[in-house]
């Protein structure tokens, strides 16, 4: 287990976990089917967020923390109830992944991968597809929750060996630097080259990237910037 950085930054969880809430005659109502789910493909990555992948989505999910505690800072900021929600989404998400020991919380590096393939098989499941439902007022927190799940893996899954060796190095976590691998593709490049992503489903999985190193405009698949616009329009964030 790890120590994990920054975490005076975690919001606080006062309420029950709606992410691992069984369904319930409360809930909505399943969509049809969707025409290509990316819930294998999610699954395989989920599977394999172990070790530095599991260093680095942490490391991401601070950074997101601390992006949002910043929008809470500016005052009458129309993104405050989201960003509020997002603390509280990303609080949900670290809470999930942290072991209490005596002398603090550490990231349960073991409990990573089979924590967000839950996430993956109890909202992307083809029956029950959550980008795809109607967002309320009362569902968009568990939306924001389950989206920014999906998110942090796409993130992870997609960083290059030398990006993840970076952002741990200079990372709050007390690594040996001469342990950390410098040259190799992305998780999801490296699954579909060892066959465990068709081509079919690889492009479920994959960001494109566009522009100069440092400076590149990241292009998630479509069902996520969907499924991001109907939550901000929920929030009416402009």
Request: some cysteine.
């Amino acid at each position: 287990m790890m120590a994990p950085p920054h975490k005076h930054c975690l919001a606080t969880v006062i309420v029950p976990f709606l992410l691992f809430a069984a369904p319930g005659g409360t809930q909505e109502q399943a969509k049809p089917t969707p025409p290509r789910s990316p819930e294998a493909a999610l699954a395989v990555v989920a599977r394999h967020l172990s070790d530095q992948y599991a260093l680095y989505l942490y490391e991401s999910l601070t950074a997101q923390v601390l992006f949002n505690e910043g929008i809470l800072e500016r005052p009458n900021s129309p993104s405050a109830p989201k960003a509020k929600d997002s603390l509280w989404a990303l609080g949900i998400i670290s809470d999930a992944i942290l072991a209490e020991e005596e002398d603090g919380e550490y990231l349960n590096i073991e409990k990573v991968p089979a924590f967000f393939e839950d996430i993956v098989h109890r909202y992307l499941n083809a029956s029950h597809y959550w980008p795809d439902r109607e967002i309320t007022k009362d569902t968009r927190r568990e939306h924001l929750a389950a989206w920014y799940s999906i998110y942090l893996m796409l993130l992870v899954g997609n960083a290059t060996r030398d990006e993840i060796a970076k952002k741990l190095r200079n990372g709050a976590f007390n690594l040996d630097p001469g342990m950390l691998e410098t040259a190799g593709p992305s998780l999801v490049d490296r699954l579909k080259k060892d066959g465990a992503l068709p081509a079919e489903t690889y492009a479920l999985v994959r960001i494109q990237r566009a522009g100069q190193a440092g400076q590149e405009s990241l292009t998630f698949p479509p069902y996520m910037d969907r499924w991001k616009n109907k939550i901000d329009s929920a929030y009416a964030v402009p």
